[in-house]
């Protein structure tokens, strides 16, 4: 499986392996561009075609830099939220991460205008969910959905999605749902801080490493065919300074063999690009069959059928305590919008 | 030459094709593009605050005359007013 055709894929590519001429062809100038949206990749095109590396006609030069002219513009608002957002945090003294586009933008990408991103991702202690909710709902934000029960976001949840002036926000405690997310030890992603400045604002984000470890659960299990700019952090951030030795713990204590052994074959396949060693040995660890069909749900096109698999998969990684808490909020959610709720469930799953 | 003062307001940006720049400042809802001279005189604002100073950074690159240069700078500052960019200080 390829998750785009070979010319978007070398796009995707370009300075993380040898440096090769990309050709797009008149006739598919539509459906490259196409691709480009689709995979976040606007902005890698346009430093390629300046430079030489893509070679393409006159009308794909013009309709590529009008669309990156669009993208950066959308780019632009998300990044205002952000530091919107942070800003309330830091107000409030909530500890916080910014995640993802935001962060990686600024750090990561060879230039802020190659890393696009559609909304703002933000990581909180689960102790912290609610408040954090009611702070944004003072702001004017909405939440996507309702609660399932008091308490649920902070104890089992892996995001809260918000809107708020047309800009989505996701609120993550977690990486990802079900029983990695269960794994995980999101604490451990508050011990060490990097800091962004943007708009005036010193954002603070995940250090390197944890950048890298959250790229690979991304790229593993955010959904079955990831965009090709995801797969790029993960090379840009492998080939940068990281820390092998922390990542190989939090690997093993959070479980997550099979996840970064799908995310570095994904990357290699897809990109064809070259890792550190110690990163392109996860391609061959040893992951038990139990775990690695633990992930298959995690793939699934249909949120429903997502749901169903993930939520038995959750309950049996839960300690013991928790899986009756777990199991009488996703069946009995509160509330008499039972058909509401229950949609609730499924779109929490996407 | 005048003693006005410029501050840019907060704000974030990204680079375009073609030396244009997309700025945006936080409190607007839409961005503003600098194109031309505008992104130098844009970038010299950040540590020159007097039109002066900016014509005298500019003076260096260019070869035009000061007071050439001063009507482009101005005219560059009053587009960055009106676009809520820089604020007078």
Same mark, same amino acid.
């Given at each position: ?50 430079? /030489? ?45 910014? !995640?993802? /586009? ?12 190659? @890393? ?9 202690? %689960? ?15 909405? @939440? ?12 089992? %949840? ?32 508050? !011990? !060490? ?19 890298? !470890? ?24 492998? %080939? ?15 479980? %997550? ?85 229950? @949609? ?7 | ?5 410029? *501050? *840019? ?11 244009? *720049? ?14 031309? #001279? ?21 003076? &260096? ?13 101005? #005219? ?5 007013? &009106? ?7």
């Amino acid at each position: 499986m390829t998750v785009a055709p070979a010319t978007v894929r070398s796009i995707a590519a370009v300075g993380l392996g040898v440096p090769s001429t990309i050709v797009v062809e008149p006739i598919d100038n539509r459906s490259v561009l196409h691709e480009l949206r689709a995979h976040r990749l606007e902005g890698v095109a346009v430093s390629a075609l300046l430079d /030489g590396t893509i070679e393409a006609d006159e009308r794909f030069g013009e309709s590529l830099v009008q669309q990156h002219d669009e993208t950066m513009a959308q780019t632009l608002r998300v990044e205002i939220m952000a530091v919107r957002v942070s800003d309330l945090l830091l107000d409030n003294d909530v500890p916080h991460r910014v !995640l993802k /586009g935001t962060a990686l933008a600024h750090t990561v990408a060879r230039s802020p205008s190659e @890393r696009s991103f559609r909304d703002v991702d933000v990581l909180v202690h %689960g102790s912290e969910m609610d408040r954090v909710v009611a702070l944004l709902t003072n702001l004017g934000a909405t @939440r996507n959905q309702p609660q399932l029960r008091p308490g649920f976001d902070g104890r089992f %949840g892996k995001s809260v999605t918000m809107k708020l002036d047309g800009v989505e926000i996701d609120l993550h405690r977690l990486f990802c749902a079900g029983p990695f997310g269960v794994w995980m030890h999101p604490g451990d992603l508050f !011990l !060490l801080r990097d800091t962004v400045h943007v708009g005036g604002t010193p954002l603070p984000t995940l250090d390197w490493t944890d950048h890298l !470890l959250h790229a690979c659960y991304h790229v593993a299990l955010g959904s079955a065919v990831p965009a090709l700019v995801n797969l790029r952090d993960v090379a840009l951030l492998a %080939g940068g300074d990281w820390d092998s030795e922390r990542f190989g713990q939090t690997v093993d204590r959070w479980r %997550g063999h099979a996840v970064v052994r799908r995310a570095v074959r994904l990357v290699v396949d897809e990109l064809d690009a070259e890792l550190p060693e110690t990163l392109m040995e996860y391609r061959h660890v040893p992951v038990a069959q139990a775990e690695r069909d633990l992930i298959i749900p995690y793939l699934s096109t249909d949120a429903r059928g997502r749901f169903a698999e993930l939520a038995p998969a959750t309950l049996r990684a839960l300690p013991i305590g928790d899986r009756v808490a777990f199991a009488r909020a996703v069946g009995l959610p509160e509330g008499s919008d039972v058909r509401g709720r229950l @949609r609730a469930i499924v779109d929490r799953t996407r | 030459m005048t003693d006005t003062h410029y *501050r *840019r307001v907060r704000f974030v940006e990204r680079e375009l094709a073609h030396g244009r *720049r997309l700025v945006q400042p936080l409190t607007s809802v839409a961005p503003t593009q600098l194109s031309g #001279s505008a992104p130098m005189i844009w970038d010299l604002l950040d540590e020159h605050s007097s039109v002066d100073a900016v014509v005298a950074m500019l003076q &260096q690159r260019f070869s035009d005359s000061p007071e050439v240069i001063a009507v482009g700078v101005r #005219s560059a500052l009053q587009s960055m007013i &009106q676009s809520a960019l820089v604020v007078e200080s």
